[in-house]
């Protein structure tokens, strides 16, 4: 079966440079989830796009910004990148009728150097 | 807000035994989901299994079951035959009922090491 693909899954970046996170979630599923995994730490919800809109907002910097397009995918942006944010990214993805169950994508090691 | 406590940062148990890890949680609502997250070396985050809190009956998936009890915010997984490949790092979640597409909230996750 189809599962979440996320892009790149490795990236290194140096302070105050910009990075692009992408996420293709399975198909016919509609609601894209972005969540943050420090190391040692449990994942930290950030943002959560339905139907092209954002549904929730958690601890999200403002320095980040995401958005969700026409084809389901999501781009989660990150600018003036600091150290701590170096973590694991996840994307996860939800459809219809499947008890509210989220599938995550394999994440974006994120170093930032 | 709702809260996740996993209170046993690591597990240990012999292959082909059974070991129960801890999850309880807060909450004022009455309609939510729970799950139970596997993350192995990889990181991937898989999902193990999951109950609706409105089903009484604890849900069961192969040699993964639950114990689920709603009065007491309790929420245990056990694994029975452990396996080599059971060794992870699991996290319960909640996922709120009452607001459509709500996000997850995690537990700080338990260790699980299966000894041969």
């Known amino acids: 079966a189809a599962g979440v693909i996320q892009s790149p899954r490795h990236l290194i970046k140096e302070k105050r440079e910009t990075a692009t996170l992408k996420c293709y979630p399975i198909?016919?599923?509609?609601?894209v989830y972005w969540y943050q995994q420090g190391p040692g730490q449990d994942p930290q919800f950030l943002i959560s796009?339905?139907?092209?809109?954002?549904?929730d907002k958690g601890s999200i910097p403002d320095r980040f910004s995401a958005q969700q397009f026409s084809d389901y995918h999501s781009e989660l942006n990150m600018s003036s990148l600091e150290l701590g944010d170096s973590a694991l990214y996840f994307c996860?993805?939800?459809?219809?009728?499947?008890?509210?169950?989220?599938?995550f994508g394999p994440g974006t090691r994120l170093l930032v150097l | 807000a709702q809260t996740v406590t996993q209170s046993q940062p690591e597990m240990s148990v012999q292959e082909a035994e059974t070991v129960t890890l801890s999850c309880t949680y807060d909450?004022?609502?009455?309609?939510?989901?729970l799950f139970w997250y596997k993350q192995p070396p990889s990181r991937q985050m898989i999902l193990v299994i999951r109950?609706?809190?409105?089903?009484?009956q604890n849900a069961t998936e192969n040699r993964f079951s639950v114990n689920f009890q709603k009065a007491a915010k309790s929420f245990s997984l056990k694994i029975s035959d452990s396996q080599l490949g059971d060794a992870a790092m699991y996290f319960c979640?909640?996922?709120?009922?009452?607001?459509?597409?709500?996000?997850?909230?995690f537990g700080e996750g338990t260790q699980l090491t299966v000894n041969p």
């Open positions: 996860a993805s939800r459809g219809q009728g499947d008890a509210e169950t989220q599938y």
């Open positions: 198909p016919r599923h509609d609601t």
């Open positions: 796009f339905y139907e092209k809109m954002q549904s």
């Open positions: 909450t004022s609502e009455s309609d939510y989901y």
């Open positions: 109950q609706e809190a409105y089903k009484q």
């Open positions: 979640a909640y996922r709120s009922g009452e607001t459509s597409g709500s996000r997850l909230t």
